[in-house]
């Protein structure tokens, strides 16, 4: 019925480092059209507050419900109903304070705000703990009754069958009330990571080729990890993973806290694992996790060959871990603003009409904050959790090429939301994760091959496809690795095993080594990188990071059919989207023909990425480079 916070949270779009400040001091935007407008939401502070009060008085009467609901059909429907408006309600008061708060981390008096609405979704946890047990208690044959005596129990069939399809993992309702009540304390070791790794550590400062001195925390080390200049990108990486380093020992003790939290939550809902939970939720086959896995350790030499490809074309004897960030060749191009829209609707125009008329309404009203600005969050995310009003995007865009597949990359997102709200109720408009980073990594495919056709120049060519093959190794073949690890720090724990920031460190480096070739003399991996797993947030969101990979494979081959069936595949695409949470992620995209538990998809992006090098090296061939 609702989302836990952590859920909602992940709906809006992560971010790829540590929550922190945009780098730019001063705001970049004094035009109000690069804002978003907070008052679709709420006219004031004073009336997001009144509506947080409100939302809270109506848990009183959510728990009146508690034990009625088997009473007739109607009383089933009055009961859903109710809590589903609360939920709303809490999504637009949570959204509210969210975005309010990320336009500047520095005002306390926001981050109150949004503490609050946070403690609000707990207590919406604990009201409403005792509805699984009761609908399970009604039982499947008096629930089915009750679907067909009241139409207006059918947008609730889902969640009805899905609740009942989970009943060998539902407490009982005082068991339930147990554990929401323990939602907050259990969610501390992933609050206690992001004071760590935000607030706490005294990062470094550097001083680089140019003759400047910088501060390298997550943002300085995401920007300079990518200099041209190699001596600076070494000086860059070890100053980060030093520091890091000196705190690996409480960062372990709080990862495998966390961890520990999980295997015993499995543990006391009857699963054999926090794998089995993650993927049974949601009625994922276990074969997706281990097909994926499976596949792209087969497919290691692709990986490999791009190394070697990376080598030649940046003129080093030798790839070391901090080579892997700079750019093959530099683009002599930027991308403002307003010509990142253009491009973008133009690239999209592969969709149809209706997807560029709607794209092109919400680019032209106030539902994007564009531009970094002092004190704001960093990264860029889409928030799509409300059914009546609109998307929402933080994005702070640099002008740049990354910035323009970004914003490529957050309008999937927010068109996957609008053609769910056109086609379904609230009640299933809002789509799983397994599905959710389908539309934006193909958004990022389409734009991508739309630069590539258009480009004027070997070397601006060289660009979009380096670009191209960056992006399946950071999206399949790292979020890959990182599920492969995080799958064994459970596995080991689950077998009754210690885990330490040394031992966390070990683990993490022989994966990392293996992915990167390092026995081979590939790439030199330092021990003190073996570290990286400390900058990683996504591990604190169980099982979260291999859709990322499933997801990209699925948004290639949707896009190949697009650009095979034309017509019939942008429709088969945008039954997808519109879709939304009506059915199981799974079954879903194996309606649009995805089968994700089968090696297929995967062979079919590894031969996409040695096509790519193809490419590249007939380039280079033709233009005599064997370097940059």
Same mark, same amino acid.
């Given at each position: 019925m609702h989302k836990s916070l952590t859920a909602a949270l992940l709906?809006?779009?992560?971010?790829?480092?540590?929550?922190?400040?945009?780098?730019?001091?001063?705001?970049?935007?004094?035009?109000?059209? !690069?804002?978003?407008?907070?008052?679709?939401i709420y006219p004031s502070k004073e009336a997001w507050n009144q509506a947080r009060e409100a939302a809270l008085a109506d848990l009183q009467k959510i728990e009146e419900y508690k034990g009625t609901l088997g009473k007739n059909a109607r009383h089933l429907f009055e009961g859903l109903e109710a809590i589903s408006n609360a939920q709303q309600t809490m999504s637009k008061v949570y959204t509210y304070a969210s975005l309010l708060a990320?336009?500047?981390?520095?005002?306390?008096e926001h981050q109150e705000m949004e503490q609050l609405a946070a403690i609000m979704y707990g207590q919406l946890g604990e009201s409403t703990s005792w509805l699984q047990p009761e609908i399970l208690a009604i039982g499947a044959k008096k629930i089915n009754r009750f679907l067909r005596k009241e139409p207006a129990l059918e947008p609730y069939r889902f969640y009805l069958e899905n609740t009942l399809r989970q009943a060998p993992y539902t407490l009982d309702a005082k068991g339930e009330s147990?554990?929401?009540g323990f939602s907050t304390p259990l969610?501390?070791? =992933?609050?206690? !990571?992001?004071?760590i790794a935000n607030s706490d550590i005294p990062w470094p400062e550097v001083t680089l =080729?140019?003759?400047?001195t910088y501060r390298i925390d997550s943002q300085g080390y995401s920007r300079w990890r990518a200099s041209e200049n190699r001596e600076d990108r070494k000086k860059v990486f070890n100053a980060y993973w030093s520091r890091w380093q000196e705190y690996r020992s409480s960062v372990g003790a709080v990862l495998n806290s966390h961890i520990q939290n999980q295997v015993a939550l499995a543990k006391a809902r009857g699963y054999d694992s926090v794998l089995q939970r993650e993927l049974h939720t949601e009625n994922i086959p276990e074969d997706v996790y281990r097909t994926l896995v499976k596949e792209v350790n087969e497919a290691l030499p692709t990986l490999h060959r791009y190394f070697k490809l990376r080598e030649k074309i940046l003129g080093i004897d030798q790839m070391h871990y901090y080579d892997i960030y700079p750019p093959l060749v530099s683009l002599d191009k930027t991308f403002d603003y307003e010509t990142s829209k253009t491009i973008t609707l133009d690239a999209m125009s592969i969709l149809g009409d209706d997807w560029v008329n709607k794209q092109t309404a919400g680019m032209n009203d106030q539902?994007?904050?564009a531009f970094p600005q002092k004190g704001k969050r960093s990264g860029a995310y889409m928030n799509g959790s409300l059914y009546d009003v609109h998307p929402y995007l933080l994005l702070n865009h640099q002008d740049d090429y990354e910035s323009l597949s970004t914003m490529a990359h957050e309008w999937g997102h927010a068109m996957h939301t609008l053609y769910a709200i056109e086609s379904q109720p609230v009640q299933t408009f809002d789509y799983s994760t397994f599905i959710a980073e389908i539309p934006s990594t193909s958004l990022e495919l389409i734009l991508q091959e739309y630069m590539t056709k258009r480009a004027q120049t070997a070397q601006e060519k060289i660009f979009y496809l380096g670009s191209s093959l960056e992006n399946l190794r950071g999206t399949f073949f790292r979020q890959?690795?990182?599920?492969?690890?995080?799958?064994?720090?459970?596995?080991?724990v689950e077998n009754g095993e210690a885990l330490t920031g040394e031992k966390i460190s070990q683990i993490y480096g022989e994966i990392l080594k293996r992915y990167h070739g390092t026995d081979q003399h590939v790439v030199e991996i330092d021990e003190l990188y073996t570290n990286e797993w400390m900058f990683v947030p996504h591990f604190y969101y169980n099982m979260y990071v291999y859709q990322y990979a499933t997801s990209i494979t699925a948004g290639t081959a949707l896009y190949e059919r697009i650009v095979e069936d034309g017509e019939a595949g942008v429709e088969n695409y945008k039954n997808l989207l519109r879709a939304g949470g009506s059915d199981y992620p799974y079954v879903l995209l194996?309606?649009?023909?995805v089968d994700l538990a089968t090696p297929e998809p995967f062979k079919a992006i590894i031969k996409r990425m040695n096509l790519i090098m193809d490419e590249m090296e007939a380039l280079l061939a033709e233009s005599g480079q064997s370097n940059s």
């Open positions: 709906s809006f779009g992560l971010l790829l480092a540590p929550a922190g400040f945009a780098e730019t001091e001063e705001s970049s935007m004094e035009d109000p059209r !690069y804002t978003w407008d907070l008052t679709d990320d336009e500047n981390l520095q005002i306390p147990l554990l929401a969610d501390a070791p =992933s609050s206690i !990571y992001s004071l =080729s140019d003759g400047q539902w994007v904050h890959t690795m990182f599920a492969e690890f995080e799958l064994a720090l459970y596995e080991k194996k309606n649009a023909g």
